[in-house]
């Protein structure tokens, strides 16, 4: 059974390296949890090194000024890989006629690719970000749309695998959810953010290049909250995981502020993840 800690600094002596999670762990959509900006802070400061590893869409300086915006130190970590950029060696490689979805913010992915937006008709690959309007609409209402591509063997790019995240005390849904209505309808994703492995190579690239020497496996940890992205990510790549409970599956096993450690490990253990340790918030 994952072991409770109360800090962070409890488990630092055990690794050089630490991949973090950035939406649910280091803010909510809203703004910043400072103790656990801080927690990496810290253990920056005893000698580890810091990669924050997300899904967000948005290629990682864009996602720099999003966190300075929400109150995330720029002294928590020492980079940034998103599935932004490694969605981009995806979309590189694919067909240049793209049907684009999601928000206005999220056409950076596209910049420099020599790429072309086009309409439904003329489109021969998707690259999905995420929703037009992420507070209002849900994935069935892209049903139809949806159901046209597949049956006309369209395949989708999904650069935020995310089925929801925090925004406050809401839950939001990502691009991953138009991701598995798709595959439910018959179509065909491409995905390289978390759980799947090219986020992964790029981020222990990143440490290792940040260390100067060869990345230990065995010593680095993965902090995250959601079951089908970081927990899983971190299960396939066989490292350490610091599981943080409060995040977007905390209405199973909590009530309030209070854990039911219980339910819990049960959730855990009905999902065949068993991290190392755990914690309500990163501290």
């Keep these: 059974m994952a072991a409770r800690i109360a800090s962070l600094q409890d488990v630092v002596s055990h690794y050089d390296v630490i991949l973090c999670d950035v939406w649910g762990v280091l803010h909510n959509g809203v703004s910043a949890f400072a103790e656990?900006?801080?927690a990496l802070k810290k253990a920056r400061e005893s000698g580890l090194t810091v990669v924050l590893i997300t899904n967000s869409p948005r290629p990682h300086p864009g996602v720099i000024l999003q966190l300075r915006g929400l109150?995330?130190?720029d002294e928590a970590y020492d980079r940034i890989v998103t599935s932004g950029d490694v969605t981009r060696k995806l979309i590189s490689e694919g067909p240049k006629k793209v049907y684009f979805m999601g928000a206005g913010r999220d056409h950076p992915l596209l910049d420099g690719l020599g790429v072309t937006q086009v309409a439904e008709?003329?489109?021969e690959i998707i690259v999905c970000a995420g929703f037009v309007d992420d507070e209002t609409e849900t994935p069935d209402m892209y049903r139809d749309l949806l159901d046209r591509f597949a049956r006309h063997d369209v395949p989708m790019i999904c650069a935020n695998?995310?089925?929801v995240v925090e925004r406050g005390h809401r839950l939001i849904p990502c691009a991953g959810a138009l991701a598995a209505l798709y595959e439910e309808l018959g179509g065909q994703t491409l995905i390289a953010g978390k759980p799947h492995k090219p986020?992964?190579?790029?981020?222990?690239?990143?440490?290792?290049?940040?260390?100067?020497?060869?990345?230990?496996?065995?010593?680095?940890?993965?902090?995250?909250?959601?079951?089908p992205t970081d927990v899983r990510g971190a299960i396939s790549e066989g490292l350490d995981l610091l599981y943080i409970s409060a995040g977007i599956h905390a209405r199973d096993y909590m009530d309030g502020e209070t854990t039911d450690e219980n339910a819990l490990h049960a959730f855990l253990e009905n999902h065949q993840a068993r991290p190392c340790w755990w914690m309500p918030r990163l501290v």
């Design 36 to 38: 656990a900006s801080l």
């Design 71 to 73: 109150g995330v130190l």
């Design 121 to 123: 008709e003329e489109a």
């Design 161 to 163: 695998p995310d089925l």
């Design 199 to 227: 986020i992964y190579t790029a981020s222990l690239a990143a440490a290792a290049d940040e260390q100067r020497a060869a990345v230990d496996h065995a010593r680095v940890l993965a902090i995250g909250d959601g079951m």
